[in-house]
């Protein structure tokens, strides 16, 4: 079976004052319909920037996808003209973003924002596209929906708001939702409901999801599979209980170690020391050499290439040479 | 939505590694504004009408008063009067030369003047709120409601023409422009934790207005500043063109507003004065640009 | 011996404006009558979401924000009562460290200043001392002497919220308020914090009055914990026993909604307390349960009358119908 999105040896330049940095480097992923593939990692370790990628939404220049491909259904979006990927955007890949104030239009009615959204990709008559938007509403578990239909952005709580981001996004039945932080900007209660709601929505119109997260804990409640990235490649990658019971890499270890969870015990969390380097600054080894326990003379001159060991594929000398 | 920049800016501005530099934001903000072709135009452009109206008349004797060469005499045509002389006959090249300093002063005084009432009284405002923002504000809005021009004559006929009565008039007329900026940017600072962490170290009021935030709303006040100089230059101008300025100081005012009757027989005395002021008010308003580029920290790094 | 702190029925109020010209100027009841106390050495959490009241409650009890009403005892000497020059005096024993690392330090002082600026505010020490006592605290939070003359802009996040921590401690405070501290962070730069945090608190014998929306940060850091929903505790009690045997909803759905390792999506995990809406606005009047709108326990007599915090069991529960759920 060839999946539904599938991003091959990804590379995505940008223009700083630093010169040219590379934001992505070999990421290759794949999604299959009605899974849901997490990406997770620190700031600045390139996973926004993938979800722009497959959005076509890349701000060029500064930026640049330099190599690789991003098929959707076999349709490569590298290149594809702008008209193909703005009829795409909305109907085949929808996006949910990550603030969910700014990204409504705050001077236009919630379900007139869902009816233009809707009116864009379907041959559906105004009048038609307020019914559809009110509908929608109503399935994201919008009590009232009429009357929110009217509401303006600013005069719904933060979870409304997020809320009407996912109706708005999954109007056209997408095939491929992107979903980058949807809940780092809401309460943990609202939160639980968001991703829920997200649960529900994937069973029951089938889209694939694309969850870009720092939250190992997200993961573990949303993700079929998950790809760990680390200054803008991926590290490790498989199916979201082998690889939070059976972490390789020493990131993707320490991501899990140092959340503060509850009911562990330990006086002193596990730190992984450091900072993500600036993309600036990649030398020719790992990324994570300076910040690894178990980095040594090779980790510091080459960059190790993922592939499959023991469980799933990881990025690492040191798992490849038995040190872990 | 996150900007996509944003995921390599702040390693790339905060890499401890490589920190080891010490600059300061004012000296950041001089390497960008070292690096603004425009801002540097201007600055030069600026330097030289300086220098001319400092030491000009070190190397170019001659009182702009005094009747040197017959009227009307037109410009490159006799040596002793380069740029001709103007409707009673005075050399325009004295002219220049000497009146460049009156305006610059007005200008700056005026600058000066608006921006101490508009800072002093904006940052109260914006920092007290409550009934205090509300009096002030208030008094902006009756100022900034008055016609300025109106206005500046009035007081000038009042209190006879003289550079410092100028140079008040025009502060009083343009300082409410300065008072909101100022107030806006009292209260967003304000607002800002290393605000409350100066209140939670035990610092005082005065401290906190004029240590804290006022270092941080300078940026914006600089800018405004720069501008105003401009503005003032050119109030000047039109002071003096309509006759109101001082009649006993030669200033490119006096020079365009004496000759204004006889433009379409001469072009030349109101040109070339005019020409003075344009170049001035561009090399500052050139040099307010390259300020605000170089201290508003959204542009950095662009 | 009376406790480090001793926070008595606190109340913070905002005038909000009219919404006509004759009506009458209606009130947000941000903290409606909070009472907890800290004892030596210890972390009390607050915890609770946006709108909750937590950060207020703590400014209002180190006098950052008015406090309508009550008593905070500090040592047994109301700070309520303390007049401006007393206050600044009594600043020194308790400081405060802040959410945002980016806007909690001014960007045009260096930081070796910035670390200094208590101990010349408070005139303590001699200039020479002061400057010592900055290089003790850089080593102290795990910064290097050469990075003194830096300016803020020049460090990571967590490098910042060390700058943070360094200032509040100049003063040798007894009380440090933690505002959120580390919830502007990345996962693993959190941990740095935390561990931090937890071994300052053992070597110098700190109190903290930690606020936080993370019940994983709260679990790590504190001895005791209070749950706040729309300006009141609604649950208090040492930490294990709130934890562990929870008995107000509010709680327990807090818990339920906190994102864990433990539930997983291939083994179809349900979630066992489930709360619908959002929190309503704490504004006008009020009768009944804060709770009550999203209650799954809700009654009638939650409606109409207010619980109070009464000791049930391990805990301290607002609840008419407290227990395990259901």
């Known amino acids: ?324 | 939505m996150k900007q996509p920049t944003a995921e390599t800016a702040p390693a790339a501005a905060g890499d401890p590694a490589t920190a080891q530099r010490v600059e300061s934001p004012a000296r950041e903000a001089w390497r960008m504004f070292s690096r603004n072709v425009p801002a540097l135009l201007g600055v030069f452009l600026l330097a030289l009408v300086l220098l001319a109206t400092l030491y000009g008349k070190l190397f170019y004797g001659g009182d702009p008063f005094e009747i040197v060469w017959a009227p009307y005499e037109p410009p490159l045509t006799t040596p002793s009067v380069p740029l001709g002389t103007d409707y009673l006959g005075r050399d325009i090249v004295a002219g220049l030369l000497t009146g460049g300093a009156p305006t610059l002063t007005v200008g700056a005084s005026a600058a000066l003047i608006t921006m101490v009432i508009g800072i002093s009284l904006g940052s109260l405002a914006g920092y007290y709120g409550g009934w205090v923002d509300n009096l002030l504000m208030r008094i902006t809005e009756f100022f900034q409601v008055l016609p300025a021009l109106l206005f500046a004559m009035v007081l000038v006929t009042l209190f006879s023409p003289s550079l410092w009565t100028i140079a008040i008039a025009i502060g009083v007329v343009s300082w409410p422009q300065t008072a909101r900026l100022t107030r806006a940017e009292f209260l967003r600072i304000k607002e800002l934790e290393y605000v409350t962490a100066a209140r939670a170290i035990g610092a005082r009021n005065r401290r906190i207005i004029w240590k804290v935030i006022l270092p941080n709303a300078a940026p914006p006040l600089i800018v405004s500043a720069t501008l105003t100089i401009g503005v003032a230059v050119l109030f000047e101008a039109g002071l003096s063109f309509l006759g109101l300025g001082d009649p006993n100081v030669m200033s490119w005012g006096l020079m365009i507003g004496a000759n204004r009757d006889y433009m379409l027989d001469a072009w030349w005395p109101v040109t070339f004065p005019g020409l003075a002021i344009f170049v001035t008010v561009f090399a500052v308003s050139l040099i307010g640009d390259g300020l605000n580029d170089a201290l508003n920290p959204k542009l950095r790094g662009r | ?326």
Not at chain 1, 185 to 193: E, F, G, I, P, R
Not at chain 1, 259 to 275: F, K, N, Q, S
Request: aromatic share 4%; net charge neutral; proline share 7%.
């Open chain 3, 1 to 326: 011996m009376t406790a480090l702190l001793d926070v008595r029925d606190l109340s913070v109020r905002f005038a909000m404006p009219r919404p006509s010209l004759f009506a009458p100027r209606p009130h947000l009841e941000a903290v409606r009558q909070v009472s907890f106390t800290l004892e030596r050495g210890e972390a009390l959490g607050i915890v609770g979401e946006s709108g909750s009241g937590k950060t207020t409650t703590a400014m209002a009890a180190i006098r950052l924000v008015n406090a309508a009403g009550g008593q905070v005892l500090f040592d047994g000497e109301d700070l309520l009562g303390l007049d401006e020059k007393a206050m600044r005096a009594r600043r020194r024993d308790i400081q405060l460290i802040f959410q945002d690392p980016y806007s909690s330090l001014d960007p045009r002082a260096r930081v070796a200043d910035i670390v200094r600026e208590p101990m010349d505010l408070m005139q303590i020490g001699t200039p020479a001392e002061r400057r010592r006592r900055v290089g003790e605290l850089f080593e102290l939070v795990g910064l290097r002497p050469d990075q003194m003359n830096l300016f803020p802009h020049q460090f990571s996040g967590g490098q910042r919220q060390r700058i943070s921590i360094a200032r509040a401690l100049a003063t040798h405070p007894r009380l440090v308020v933690c505002d959120e501290p580390v919830s502007a962070l990345d996962v693993a730069i959190q941990a740095q914090i935390l561990n931090l945090l937890a071994r300052l608190k053992a070597e110098l014998g700190l109190s903290y009055l930690f606020i936080s929306h993370d019940l994983g940060v709260v679990w790590h850091v504190c001895d005791h914990v209070a749950v706040m929903y729309l300006g009141q505790i609604v649950e208090s009690g040492p930490r294990d026993a709130l934890f562990e045997t929870p008995q107000h909803p509010y709680t327990q759905a807090l818990l339920a909604a906190a994102p864990s390792l433990a539930r997983r999506k291939s083994r179809g995990y349900v979630r066992p307390v489930k709360v619908s809406g959002d929190p309503a606005g704490p504004i006008g009047q009020r009768t009944g349960c804060p709770f009550a709108g999203r209650c799954p326990r809700v009654r009638d007599l939650c409606r109409d009358t207010a619980p109070a915090l009464t000791r049930q069991g391990p805990t301290d529960v607002a609840c008419h119908f407290p227990g395990p759920p259901d």
């Open chain 1, 1 to 324: 079976m060839t999946p539904l999105l599938e991003i091959d040896n990804l590379r995505v330049t940008f223009d700083t004052r630093h010169g040219m940095v590379t934001a992505l480097d070999s990421v290759s992923l794949h999604l299959n319909a009605g899974e849901t593939l997490g990406v997770v990692g620190e700031s600045g370790c390139g996973k926004s920037i993938t979800a722009l990628s497959v959005m076509g939404l890349i701000p060029q220049p500064p930026g640049r996808i330099a190599g690789g491909s991003i098929r959707l259904n076999g349709e490569d979006l590298v290149g594809a003209e702008p008209a193909r990927l703005r009829s795409l955007r909305g109907s085949d890949v929808a996006m949910i973003f990550q603030e969910p104030m700014t990204s409504l239009n705050p001077v236009l009615r919630c379900g007139d924002q869902i009816a233009e959204a809707v009116m864009l990709h379907q041959n559906v008559d105004s009048a038609r596209a307020s019914r559809l938007a009110v509908e929608l509403l109503d399935r994201v578990g919008i009590p009232a929906p009429a009357q929110r239909a009217r509401d303006y952005p600013h005069q719904l709580s933060g979870g409304m708001r997020q809320r009407v981001m996912i109706a708005m996004a999954v109007s056209c039945r997408p095939k491929v939702l992107v979903a980058d932080e949807p809940t780092t900007a809401l309460d943990v209660t609202v939160q639980a409901q968001i991703f829920d709601l997200l649960n529900e929505i994937q069973r029951d119109v089938g889209a694939a999801i694309l969850l870009i997260t720092h939250d190992m804990g997200a993961i573990s409640e949303m993700a079929d599979r998950v790809a760990v990235m680390y200054a803008g490649r991926v590290v490790e990658q498989g199916k979201a209980d082998d690889v939070l019971d059976h972490a390789e890499h020493p990131y993707t270890r320490g991501l899990i170690d140092c959340i503060p969870a509850l009911g562990r015990r330990d006086d002193t969390l596990r730190e992984i020391p450091g900072v993500v380097p600036p993309l600036h600054l990649l030398g020719d080894g790992c990324a994570f050499a300076s910040r690894c326990a178990h980095a040594d003379r090779r980790c510091l001159a080459q960059k190790p290439v993922l592939t499959k060991w023991r469980h799933h594929p990881v990025a690492c000398h040191a798992v490849e040479e038995g040190r872990i």
